[in-house]
């Protein structure tokens, strides 16, 4: 029963000021508030004409209007009729790990609230006189907490209520008009409102940055699909065509073996009729020899004479003066001339070849290569950029002037408007454009000692803490301009600078190729300190400002 009441208690307050609802309303969201707490939320909100809601932050615009929501009004009267009586379960008594109500003697329950104003923590039971007596129900609850002594001040024993812009940290009211007298201070609970409304602007930001973010990998993805479509058809089409080209060298070949087999078959034949011409006329010539043989063996003087002229007869000799036994060269010209194709072929091939391989890498995601860095002044200054100084990012220590170019160090606090993008802790101020690409300019700096800095940081730098002074941060790399003892410095790290320091400082940065340079400028340009990394975002130029110190941007063009 009491976990049942528990839940209708927590059920029907508004989580503004924890209380019971009084004229409920219901916004579009579904999240119910009392109507006087939303209105003075939204009041609250007016400025930036956005309404939002305090439980899940979804915008409204314009302004919602606002109806008595009669059936939960009727609910929660019928809740404080009933009351919260009820006998506590064994699991409703504070454990080891719970907050444990202030008031309970003996075996304590659960705490259900604790009040800031009261420092104590309460049962539900015990609570009731928070929801009841007019004067508590202005007290502040919040859900149980152990911490609440953190709230008092050490000083003063008093509850801290106030926030002090100067020092960025709670106080109390004695603490003031003490030691905190002259200090920009506000209520705790208009800073937080404040601070939720930055916040808000914040979270606005970041999901536009999302949605642009979502939009690029969405982007990136169809040029990754369409990279690979055609990819796979050039392969497709490449495979054709070498296909082809090798069916037609196939034919080539084919036909040339056939032409050498022709000219083989007609050299052969012509050479074989010969052949058996000769044969023939060998074969003749032995008869003969045998018929003069059997002629010159007869003794009988009539037939021998009678004979000779018959056998003594040869036949005209075979013409053998077109016989030419040599080398031939007839194939090796068809070797040459065949060699000959390969060789243009090989040429044509690596010529193309060398057109594929550089129309290939225009498909490719482009690596940026470093170009030559310049040497002069002249050669600097065709990167000139022209950089301003954000107010909305200065301390407010800080005063600009020369339309925003020129930051000194005062000893009185600027009525700078608040803004989420200002500097709390440091002396220090970013440019308003954002850099990318090839860019230099020149800070012109003045005093004694650590008197300033030269920087870049990307945007997401931290304005408050110790992390968000330039250099001690892997979101920033800074050039302190120190006359006794110039550095480098970078996430906390710091390499001494060993040339001499001019009062004109120039800044280099090719941010594709990831280059950033110091120069000391006078008629010459020294380096002081050259960084060779991966920029991940654009970067703002930065400026740090000592006490009595100043630093002046410079931008001009050659020519």
Not at 103 to 123: I, Q
Request: proline share 4%; glycine share 4%.
């Amino acid at each position: 029963m009491a976990q049942k009441d528990q839940l209708d208690q927590e059920t029907f307050s508004c989580s503004i000021c924890l209380d019971l609802l009084k004229d409920p309303v219901t916004i579009s969201c579904g999240h119910s508030y009392c109507m006087s707490c939303i209105k003075g939320f939204w009041d609250g909100e007016d400025q930036r004409k956005i309404y939002s809601c305090p439980q899940c932050r979804q915008i409204f615009t314009p302004r919602p209007v606002l109806k008595k929501n009669t059936m939960l009004a009727a609910l929660v009267e019928q809740l404080k009729k009933t009351g919260l009586q009820a006998a506590p379960a064994d699991h409703c008594y504070a454990g080891p790990e719970d907050v444990a109500c202030d008031v309970c003697t003996g075996r304590k329950l659960k705490a259900f609230k604790s009040c800031l104003t009261c420092s104590a923590s309460y049962c539900e039971n015990h609570l009731q006189s928070h929801f009841e007596s007019t004067k508590l129900k202005k007290h502040k609850l919040v859900e149980p907490s152990e911490k609440l002594q953190e709230n008092i001040c050490s000083l003063h024993d008093e509850v801290m209520k106030m926030f002090c812009r100067t020092d960025q940290q709670i106080i109390c009211y004695l603490c003031s008009v003490d030691e905190h007298k002259g200090h920009d201070t506000v209520s705790a609970a208009a800073e937080i409102t404040e601070r939720q409304r930055e916040l808000e602007v914040s979270r606005l930001n970041i999901q536009q940055r999302i949605q642009d973010r979502e939009k690029d990998v969405k982007l990136l993805q169809q040029e990754v699909e369409a990279v690979s479509r055609f990819a796979d058809k050039a392969v497709e089409d490449s495979e054709k065509i070498f296909t082809q080209l090798i069916r037609l060298l196939q034919e080539r070949s084919s036909d040339v073996k056939q032409q050498i087999r022709s000219q083989q078959e007609t050299e052969v034949s012509g050479v074989k009729e010969l052949q058996e011409k000769l044969q023939q006329e060998i074969t003749e010539l032995k008869r003969k020899d045998a018929e003069l043989k059997q002629l010159s063996h007869t003794e009988d003087h009539n037939q021998f004479l009678h004979n000779y002229p018959s056998v003594s007869q040869l036949s005209e000799p075979t013409d053998s003066s077109s016989i030419n036994i040599r080398p031939r060269r007839d194939f090796e010209d068809v070797t040459a001339a065949v060699s000959k194709l390969r060789d243009k072929l090989q040429d044509i091939l690596r010529d193309k070849w060398t057109n594929i391989s550089l129309t290939e890498t225009e498909v490719k995601v482009p690596m940026p290569r470093p170009e030559p860095e310049p040497k002069t002044r002249a050669q600097f200054l065709k990167y000139s950029r022209k950089i301003t100084l954000d107010p909305n990012t200065a301390h407010t220590f800080l005063s600009l002037s020369e339309g925003n170019r020129k930051a000194e160090r005062m000893d009185q606090r600027q009525s700078y408007p608040r803004h989420p993008d200002r500097f709390t802790k440091y002396w220090q101020v970013l440019s308003r454009q954002s850099l990318t690409g090839r860019c230099y300019w020149e800070v012109k700096w003045s005093g004694e000692g650590a008197a300033a800095e030269v920087a870049v940081a990307y945007e997401d730098i931290n304005r408050a803490g110790g992390e968000s002074g330039f250099g001690f941060n892997n979101k920033s790399w800074s050039l302190v301009c120190d006359t006794d003892d110039p550095t480098f410095c970078f996430n906390h790290i710091k390499i001494p600078v060993s040339s001499p320091l001019s009062s004109r400082i120039g800044v280099y940065l090719d941010h594709s190729a990831g280059i950033l340079s110091f120069y000391s400028v006078t008629n010459t340009m020294t380096l002081l300190h050259r960084v060779q990394t991966t920029f991940t975002q654009p970067l703002h130029a930065g400026l740090y400002v000592a006490k009595e110190s100043t630093a002046e941007l410079f931008f001009q063009f050659c020519g």
